[in-house]
């Protein structure tokens, strides 16, 4: 006998459906998988047979038969447990065929016959369209999200039966999670003391999407203030929320409560990272990177100076596009990753090299350590902030009260607006072309620009990165355009970093 | 121009390029033998102080004729200890090195007293001034200076021995070959000082660059040295190499005295420490030289200036904040702020009393003589970023102040 299960298997951030087909028949006694499974799906013939001898179904001495359709697409992963199981019994007459009919099942078994979550849910369910869903109840919540009122859930393949056999009624969703406010645990930018100049590119960084490298001795507060830039940025649109809930699943992370992300990610990958581990790949299924699971939020690369050059420069292309293409050999992928840089490094391998006379490096160890980071990625930080270490007087005096992440963050949501008005996402975004006329400059401020392409302290690329963050610090001053001499001064003083590692290497 | 090499220099300079020669090594070969004896008796594996025969393979007349072409090649002058040409300051010296290299003139050596002005590879600004200006006054006043031609204070004190309108020459005793490729600018400075000083080496041409070989040759610019200056230095830096090698001559050190913040002074602070003369200036240095007092005033160095110790080699200090001043190239420089004539902007503000010259005044206050970074600045001055940023930037047109990457110290 032959029946056919609705499922679906995850392929980068989507899901793709996949029928299960089953067929039961006399012959030599067996159980074969095809339809190009990977090692997790081709493991699932003995969870099965373990679940349902567990839920007190008996194993047919019959030759049995799964085909996974599309049969030319690999699939992976344990989610297609539940639907073999299904199959298998209506395909042995265990259960009707009707009793299945419009039901799309996900979920991986347990040996004693509990369904257990699989990652990438949010996907799976969104791609399996009007059908109604059955998943583990661990995950009904996520599921929730993208289908609402399709999804049934169940703890275990007996309570699935006895539903599915007409004992019983599909069980109530568990309590939706209230919300507890998450917002308030993120750290706040009123715990910096000092640090004027590293605040304020904080600032500039949340309010226009520009990318940003700090440069200082350690204990200068450079992790401290990439901690608080998630704060800064504004709350996810709900299309951006979808998604970003979307690629974290898929990665298999707990999306927190079962509720959409809302609020921007803030990932801080080691830099002992690899290459697939950050722009995303892997054997199973093409499992998203860090860059994508810090789409519309931050990447925040600590020690830039010590992550592989080879795993720096892959972040170039999807820095320009927005998205990272993964191509393989067994199929393609496209991810979102349109990311915030937070970049910090030391200026030198002994970490004391910013102010002269200070450093201990040698020549060729700063030239070395200078090296590592290539032009081109160095040129995609619109802002490169020398830090210096506070004063202990400074951190020692009590009574200074710092400005706190709201009061910022309601002068970054302004001029979000402002860029939103202009046509784009941010600033960041304004195609050199328009420059001219979205962003035109003072008088002073051009005669300040021209002495700096004169003197050889600018680059033209540089120049049009030099005033978009001029014309963000503009729109948080809330003047607007035309960008003033004081507005792009500050955002070449932004720049200064950029110039010194660029120095080094001469 | 290729200097004509004797049998015995050719023998001399192949001695020296042998792989793995060092100073102890070759002066143990030549001990009892000069070098032509020297290396036949090495060629056929006799010498009595190479028992093992490690450089018998070396030893062939291709190596003795690359040698000399290496020599005639590069204009380096090869002399022996004990022959003629040897530069006689140095010959009795204990650890003087038995093949020299040298490019220029050694008659430079007795020009004048000779002072080696030493010090760390990454200075502060304020000691690069004091060495630049502590090269120039002495060239003036007719010292020959010594130093190492390394990046930071060897290079500033040489930049302003060269530079000095006086005729005076410098040497540059190199851990390099005479003759070996340098970055620039110090390349640059090696030709001149090889036109008008001497550059000496005791490192064959063609050898490889080696570390032990920079703490080796402070011996050489100790036995030179009359008088051992110590600009700045890190508590364990190479310069103590000089000063050790200096002490045990019965050299006179004496060192700058720094900021107690800097790193790069502390090295020489602990010098003052131990009983090094202090140098407030050329005059001090001519003063140690004559064994006299003070020469208070003579190379325009007198007045005491707000660096801890440095003060008198910045002699601008003390006109600053006293009311307009006319700066060299601030006419020039700044289409947006000063066009309108020398008097600095801040300056004719203050006597409009105009708010940009509040600010300028408040950011010039906050901005110290040592480097400020750009957060104190902002914090001091209690002014917004984008304020300091326009200010101080008129401020370096000005040439008040001047800045790298995240910090600025006036000037």
């Given at each position: 006998m032959l029946s056919i299960i609705p499922s679906a298997t995850l392929h980068g951030v989507d899901g793709r459906p996949v029928s299960v087909e089953v067929h039961v028949s006399g012959g030599f006694p067996g159980f074969t998988v095809v339809g190009l499974p990977d090692a997790a799906v081709r493991e699932s013939r003995d969870r099965v047979r373990a679940a349902l001898l567990s839920s007190g179904v008996s194993w047919p001495a019959q030759r049995m038969t799964v085909n996974l359709a599309p049969s030319g697409v690999r699939k992976g992963g344990a989610g297609l447990d539940l639907p073999i199981a299904v199959g298998l019994l209506v395909a042995m007459g265990e259960l009707p065929a009707s009793v299945v009919d419009g039901l799309a099942f996900l979920g991986e078994l347990g040996l004693d016959g509990s369904l257990r979550r699989v990652p990438g849910i949010v996907s799976l369910v969104g791609c399996l369209g009007l059908s109604e869903v059955v998943v583990p109840t661990s995950c009904a919540h996520e599921a929730c999200l993208v289908a609402g009122t399709r999804v049934r859930s169940a703890g275990s393949l007996s309570d699935l039966l006895m539903v599915l056999r007409g004992g019983k009624a599909w069980p109530e969703m568990p309590p939706s999670p209230i919300?507890?406010?998450?917002?308030?645990?993120q750290p706040d930018?009123?715990?910096?003391?000092?640090?004027p100049v590293g605040r304020r590119a904080l600032e500039i960084s949340a309010a226009g999407g520009h990318h940003l490298l700090m440069v200082g001795p350690p204990g200068s507060g450079k992790t401290m203030l990439a901690n608080r830039l998630p704060g800064l940025l504004p709350p996810l649109a709900p299309a951006d929320a979808m998604e970003v809930s979307r690629v974290h699943s898929a990665a298999g992370l707990d999306l927190g409560n079962g509720r959409l992300i809302d609020r921007a990610p803030f990932r801080a990958p080691h830099h002992g990272a690899s290459e697939v581990s950050i722009v995303g790949g892997g054997s199973s299924w093409l499992r998203p990177g860090e860059i994508s699971l810090a789409h519309c939020g931050v990447l925040f690369l600590d020690e830039l100076g010590e992550f592989p050059s080879r795993v720096l420069d892959m972040l170039r292309q999807p820095l320009e596009e927005g998205v990272i293409r993964l191509a393989r050999a067994r199929g393609t992928a496209t991810m979102p990753a349109r990311f915030l840089l937070v970049a910090a490094m030391n200026p030198c391998p002994c970490g004391e090299g910013s102010l002269p006379g200070r450093c201990r490096c040698s020549d060729t160890a700063r030239l070395r350590y200078s090296r590592r980071i290539s032009g081109p990625l160095l040129d995609r930080f619109d802002l490169a902030v020398p830090m210096a270490r506070p004063e202990m007087a400074a951190l020692l005096s009590p009574g200074k009260v710092e400005e706190s992440t709201g009061a910022v963050a309601s002068r970054v949501a302004g001029a979000r607006l402002a860029a939103l008005v202009r046509g784009v996402r941010w600033n960041a975004d304004i195609p050199a072309q328009a420059l001219d006329r979205v962003a035109p400059l003072s008088a002073e401020a051009s005669a300040l620009l021209q002495r700096r392409l004169y003197d050889g302290s600018l680059s033209a690329r540089g120049l049009h990165r030099v005033r978009r963050v001029a014309l963000t610090i503009a729109d948080l001053d809330g003047s607007?355009?035309?960008?003033e001499a004081c507005h792009l001064a500050e955002a070449l003083a932004l720049r200064a970093a950029h110039s010194a590692v660029l120095l080094e290497r001469r | 121009m290729s200097p004509v090499l004797g049998e015995m220099e050719m023998h001399g300079a192949a001695l020296a390029g042998l792989p793995g020669m060092t100073p102890r090594r070759l002066r143990l070969l030549l001990e009892k033998m000069d070098p032509s004896d020297s290396w036949n008796a090495l060629a056929v594996g006799r010498h009595p102080a190479d028992p093992g025969q490690r450089w018998r393979g070396y030893v062939t007349d291709e190596a003795l004729r690359r040698m000399a072409r290496m020599c005639m090649a590069s204009g380096v002058v090869v002399t022996i200890r004990g022959c003629a040409g040897y530069p006689p300051a140095l010959a009795d010296d204990s650890g003087a090195p038995e093949v020299l290299f040298h490019l220029g003139d050694s008659s430079v050596l007795d020009v004048g007293p000779r002072v080696a002005i030493v010090g760390t590879r990454s200075a502060s600004r304020a000691g690069i001034e004091t060495a630049r200006r502590l090269g120039a006054d002495l060239a003036q006043s007719g010292v020959v200076v010594v130093s190492?031609?390394?990046?930071?204070i060897d290079f500033a004190a040489h930049s302003g021995a060269v530079l000095?309108?006086?005729?005076?020459p410098a040497v540059a005793v190199l851990g390099t070959s005479a003759s070996a490729r340098l970055a620039q600018p110090m390349a640059a400075l090696r030709d001149r000082l090889g036109e008008r000083g001497m550059v000496i080496s005791e490192t064959a041409p063609g050898s490889r660059s080696e570390r032990w070989r920079f703490a080796v040759r402070n011996r050489i610019m100790a036995a030179l040295a009359d008088l051992v200056v110590v600009v700045e230095c890190h508590e364990t830096g190479g310069s103590l190499h000089t000063v050790r090698a200096a002490r045990q001559r019965g050299v006179l050190v004496a060192a700058v005295p720094g900021p107690l913040s800097s790193p790069a002074s502390s090295g020489s602070n602990a010098l003052l420490v131990s009983g090094a003369a202090a140098i407030r200036g050329a005059g001090d240095v001519l003063a140690l030289l004559t064994g006299g007092k003070a020469l208070g005033g003579q190379a325009g160095i007198a007045c005491p200036g707000p660096?801890?110790?440095?003060?008198?080699?910045?002699?601008?200090?003390?006109?600053?904040?006293?009311g307009p001043r006319v700066i060299p190239g601030s006419t020039s420089s700044s289409p947006i702020l000063s066009r309108r004539g020398s008097v600095p902007s801040w300056a004719r503000d203050r006597e409009a009393g105009s708010p940009a010259d509040v600010e300028a005044s408040q950011v010039l206050d906050a901005v110290g003589w040592e480097p400020t970074s750009l957060d104190q600045v902002v914090l001091i001055s209690g002014l917004a970023l984008g304020q300091v940023a326009i200010t101080l930037e008129s401020l370096a047109d000005d040439g008040l102040v001047e800045g790298g990457s995240g910090w600025w110290s006036r000037c």
């Open positions: 919300d507890d406010g998450r917002r308030c645990d930018l009123g715990d910096v003391i000092g640090q607007g355009p035309p960008i | 190492g031609l390394a990046a930071g000095a309108s006086s005729c005076t660096r801890c110790g440095g003060g008198p080699l910045n002699p601008r200090s003390g006109t600053l904040g006293a």
